[in-house]
């Protein structure tokens, strides 16, 4: 009998936790939104930096709440609240995948370090928090 590779299994404890796979269908949809918003009219609908006072009515457009045209309303300045909250959702995902690709740019840069350099003063020099890594301010 084959044992399975560990995504496989991961794949199956996630698939066994209803409230996990849950959470992970809601942020693929929140994710695949924010992204579709930045491409496609018909997501985002609106500019979310534009300031609209009145609608094509003549009426004040400003401190809306939700209707046809401006999804979750408008705010102080008639800015589009739905464009403006996918625009702040790109926003957030860039920002959160460039600090996981930072992470692992340095994580791998430093246990290739410790592993080529055969130094075990790297593998160790996370010994407390308060204080500064030993790498740092060893010679």
């Given at each position: 009998?084959?044992?399975?590779g ?96 930072v ?9 290739l ?27």
């Amino acid at each position: 009998m084959a044992t399975r590779g560990p995504w496989a299994a991961a794949g199956a404890r996630l698939l066994s936790n209803r409230l996990a796979f849950a959470s992970a269908v809601a942020l693929a949809v929140i994710t695949v939104t924010s992204i579709l918003g930045s491409a496609i009219n018909f997501v985002q609908r609106h500019d979310p930096a534009a300031q609209v006072y009145t609608d094509a009515a003549g009426l004040d457009n400003t401190n809306r709440g939700p209707n046809r045209v401006n999804w979750l309303g408008t705010d102080g300045l008639g800015r589009d609240l739905w464009a403006r909250t996918l625009q702040a959702t790109l926003f957030s995902l860039r920002i959160g995948i460039g600090a996981e690709a930072v992470t692992v740019a340095v994580g791998i840069s430093l246990g290739l370090a410790a592993g080529l350099g055969g130094q075990r003063r790297i593998a160790s020099s996370y010994g407390s928090p308060t204080s500064p890594p030993r790498f740092l301010t060893s010679s």
